[in-house]
């Protein structure tokens, strides 16, 4: 063997060597499905210790990529060049991980953030709060407390949540290791619908009581989204599916945005709603249409 070779392979040892103890890098790759998807990607993240796992299909892998080491004294290279890829054993509490967020999977519809539709009425709030709208949850912060204590509570999460889907989320956010991060990634989301079918999406973490609104969640009864501040008036809203935009139009002058009208504005119905402009000078052409 030439000094070159057993320099080449001695650095092979050390690489193999320190490999099982590197730190891995945690990578979901849903489109994984054969051994040479799993080592592909691996090879993808570039040099280290590559954790690759696909959910759906309750698999991981664990793969160390290396460097083939440089070439010789007059900069030519080897033949056979390339990466040291090695197929390691997956840490057992990555691997238990993966298995515990399939069965959330598989029991919440597949997806590890399974979604509940709540009527406003089952968080048992008073009927002052029960008669509110998205609208109003954007720009009063005690209904948002109010919405997200009453999601949190025991009661309403056994009433909304099935028992199977409860027990495999409460199995993944009490496993002991994390190295996947699905434990941080898995979530109960809990779509509350207003009397007038307007909604916001509160997350459930149950390691916590209260829940927590998604940032930006406040949709119209067809989804489009109700502004929270002044700089997130901007594009065109439309009265597509029957939307009733009146509300809209009271709201974006609430937050101080310029409204102008073009059209029937007397006697027509609001087509759309237009807003433009930069940081907190916004205006929102109002256009009016006869039916």
């Known amino acids: 063997m030439s000094k070159h070779l057993m ?103 597949g997806t590890i953030r399974p979604t509940f539709v709540v009527p406003m009425a089952v968080l048992g709030l008073n009927a002052s709060a029960s008669a509110k709208t998205a609208y109003d949850y954007v720009l009063d912060n005690n209904l948002r407390a109010m919405v997200e204590s009453a999601a949190g509570r025991a009661d309403v999460i056994s009433r909304v949540v099935g028992a199977a889907v409860l027990t495999a989320m409460t199995d993944l956010l009490h496993h002991v290791t994390n190295y996947t991060g699905l434990r941080d990634q898995a979530r109960l989301l809990m779509r509350i619908v207003f009397k007038d079918g307007s909604y916001v999406t509160v997350i459930i973490d149950l390691n916590y009581q209260n829940g927590k609104t998604e940032p930006g969640s406040e949709r119209t009864p067809a989804g489009q989204l109700i502004p929270a501040d002044i700089e997130a008036v901007r594009g065109q809203w439309s009265d597509h599916g029957g939307e009733n935009l009146s509300r809209m139009v ?10 102008t009208s073009s059209g029937p504005s007397n006697s027509g119905t609001i087509r759309a709603i237009v807003c433009s402009g930069a940081g907190a000078a916004k205006t929102c052409d109002v256009q009016y249409v006869i039916r």
């Open 7 to 109: 320099l080449r392979f001695f650095s092979l040892l050390a690489l193999v060597a320190g490999a099982c103890d590197a730190h891995a890098t945690a990578v979901r790759c849903d489109t994984c499905t054969r051994d040479i998807d799993y080592r592909n990607e691996a090879i993808r993240q570039g040099a280290g210790t590559h954790l690759i796992f696909n959910v759906a299909a309750n698999r991981i892998q664990q793969y160390y990529i290396g460097s083939n080491g440089g070439g010789g004294a007059d900069g030519s290279v080897p033949r056979g060049a390339g990466p040291v890829v090695m197929l390691q054993t997956a840490p057992a509490g990555a691997i238990e991980e993966v298995q515990r967020a399939n069965k959330v999977m598989v029991e919440g519809g």
């Open 250 to 259: 009271t709201h974006l002058r609430t937050l101080g945005a310029t409204l």
